[in-house]
């Protein structure tokens, strides 16, 4: 049975490291406060001039260095983002540049914090059509650029980084077992940055309004992840035709630890079953699952053959999983 792959992984955090203390003396908050309601304890934090795209070719880069590859082996580039360089070209576009993929076409993927898995599911689909065969998935964000940094029930919970995945069609064992994509576009209003695209553009009234930074109904946000974030585990599960059991590792979006603690204790998964690195990346939308699985992998925490599951939540409303053998 032939299925795609993830043949390596890469990732890049910037340098700096912003702490919860440091926040204390930006809005009115604590390190406890923090700690407690989300399990963050430190972001990385793009330097000035770094964009997204940046970001993506540092960990783009070490997925290619550690699978031995060279730029023209890669025939197709997707990258999910929902802070790219530019309105256009795609940020794909701009790591192409840079990469020097001579012999790939690029393209970007929306969907905010669920962006990673909806490319993987791209990625999978175009392998298993013969229409591309390696493909480069680059999941990367730059949240501290659409970041109210006078909003303390927000510009706590976020943080910079990329993440990587090259993937190719094997035959055998090894890869995507299934992919559970959904969307509610009625519940887009929970989470979105309100102006600077065609609807509101950029206007001394929306720059006065703050309206170009990210606002979340944080509550219902919490309620609805939960619950379909169970949803897509259940779901991708079934498909897989495995059992919770069999999963050697969760790897949820790490937006706040008590929504993966409530996933936990509703699917009765046990807290070492759980990749966390939220504590100290923060919430990096579609990066982070991204980000997760290559730290996995350089920690030897998934090894051949284990089975993982991604599942994930972001604006739009979206959510998914992946189950997956290593």
Not at 138 to 162: N, Y
């Amino acid at each position: 049975m032939y299925r795609a792959r993830i043949i390596s992984t890469g990732y890049y955090l910037p340098e700096r490291v912003v702490t919860n203390k440091e926040l204390e003396k930006l809005v009115d908050t604590t390190d406890e406060w923090i700690t407690t309601r989300t399990g963050i304890k430190e972001r990385h934090i793009a330097a000035a001039g770094e964009s997204s795209s940046d970001m993506g070719i540092r960990a783009a880069r070490w997925a290619l260095e550690k699978a031995h590859m060279k730029p023209e082996e890669i025939d197709a580039l997707i990258c999910a983002t929902a802070t790219p360089d530019h309105s256009f070209p795609a940020t794909s576009c701009l790591i192409q540049k840079a990469l020097k993929f001579t012999n790939a076409f690029a393209f970007d993927v929306s969907a905010a914090c669920s962006g990673f898995l909806y490319a993987l599911t791209v990625a999978e689909t175009m392998l298993l059509a013969d229409k591309a065969k390696t493909v480069l998935v680059v999941a990367t964000e730059k949240l501290s650029s659409v970041t109210d940094w006078t909003d303390r029930s927000t510009c706590v919970l976020f943080g910079d980084g990329a993440g990587a995945a090259i993937l190719k069609k094997e035959n055998g064992e090894r890869g995507i077992l299934s992919t559970y994509l959904k969307s509610d576009g009625t519940l887009s209003d929970l989470l979105m940055v309100p102006a600077g695209g065609s609807r509101k553009p950029a206007s001394e009234e929306t720059i006065k309004n703050r309206e170009h930074y990210l606002r979340m109904d944080g509550n219902e946000v919490f309620r609805m992840a939960v619950h379909k974030m169970i949803e897509a585990v259940e779901e991708a599960i079934k498909r897989a035709g495995i059992k919770t059991e069999d999963v050697k590792f969760f790897v949820p979006h790490q937006a706040n630890l008590r929504i993966i603690d409530a996933i936990a204790k509703r699917l009765k998964i046990k807290p070492e079953q759980m990749f966390v690195n939220l504590y100290k990346t923060g919430n990096t939308s579609a990066a982070s699952i991204a980000i997760a699985i290559s730290e996995a992998e350089e920690q030897g925490l998934i090894k051949s053959g284990d089975i993982i599951v991604l599942v994930s939540f972001g604006a739009g409303f979206t959510w998914g999983g992946i189950a997956l053998r290593w």
